[in-house]
């Protein structure tokens, strides 16, 4: 069972940006800009949900380089990390333990992800997270292979949770 560790421990805003992570650094460099920039430009209080592990499981984190970098612009933000999701499914499935485990309920949850990766993150949000529409935080890819990629990984979307699951 993975863990979800907290940093720092502070009371829950209900509103909720969840910020997938992505083993490419320039996808998942992408994907942070675009968080920045949206964090820059609202004015509500954000609470961060990182997630992204290692896949092979010796190098740092996704989750934990990405907060080491908006920590470091940002000091005072509410950051959540999940340092154990190794894909999409394993994203959302501690992604919901955790919401259902937070003491304040959750009004809102945006998703930053890249705009390719959207519409398979969203068949399987709906898989498992119950109750919740989210909106999209998306950033931008010129990733030809991305785009390609991600119609077989649609085809993948059942076995990928059953094999999560069954973990």
Same mark, same amino acid.
């Given at each position: 069972?993975?863990?979800?560790?907290?940093?720092?421990?502070?009371?829950?805003?209900?509103?909720?940006?969840?910020?997938?992570?992505?083993?490419?650094?320039?996808?998942?460099?992408?994907?942070?800009?675009?968080?920045?920039?949206?964090?820059?430009?609202?004015?509500?209080?954000?609470?961060?949900?990182?997630?992204?592990?290692?896949?092979?499981?010796?190098?740092?984190?996704? =989750?934990?380089?990405?907060?080491? *970098?908006?920590? !470091?612009?940002?000091?005072? $933000?509410?950051?959540? #990390?999940? %340092? @154990?999701?190794?894909?999409?499914?394993?994203?959302?499935?501690?992604?919901?333990?955790?919401?259902?485990?937070?003491?304040?309920?959750?009004?809102?949850?945006?998703?930053?992800? =890249?705009?390719?990766?959207?519409? *398979?993150?969203? !068949?399987?949000?709906?898989? $498992?997270?119950?109750? #919740?529409? %989210? @909106?999209?935080?998306?950033?931008?890819?010129?990733?030809?292979?991305?785009?390609?990629?991600?119609?077989?990984?649609?085809?993948?979307?059942?076995?990928?949770?059953?094999?999560?699951?069954?973990?």
């Amino acid at each position: 069972m993975s863990t979800v560790v907290l940093y720092p421990v502070v009371q829950l805003n209900n509103e909720v940006i969840v910020l997938l992570g992505c083993e490419n650094p320039g996808l998942q460099n992408q994907r942070v800009n675009s968080v920045l920039t949206y964090i820059e430009t609202t004015t509500h209080p954000v609470t961060l949900y990182l997630s992204g592990g290692s896949k092979d499981g010796n190098t740092e984190s996704e =989750s934990s380089i990405m907060q080491r *970098r908006i920590h !470091k612009l940002h000091p005072n $933000i509410n950051i959540y #990390i999940d %340092p @154990e999701s190794k894909n999409t499914v394993e994203n959302f499935v501690n992604l919901n333990r955790w919401i259902q485990e937070t003491k304040n309920p959750i009004s809102k949850v945006i998703i930053a992800t =890249s705009d390719f990766h959207k519409e *398979r993150a969203e !068949k399987i949000f709906n898989l $498992i997270v119950d109750n #919740i529409v %989210p @909106e999209w935080n998306l950033s931008t890819s010129n990733c030809g292979w991305c785009w390609d990629a991600e119609i077989n990984h649609m085809k993948n979307i059942q076995s990928d949770i059953k094999k999560s699951l069954a973990i």
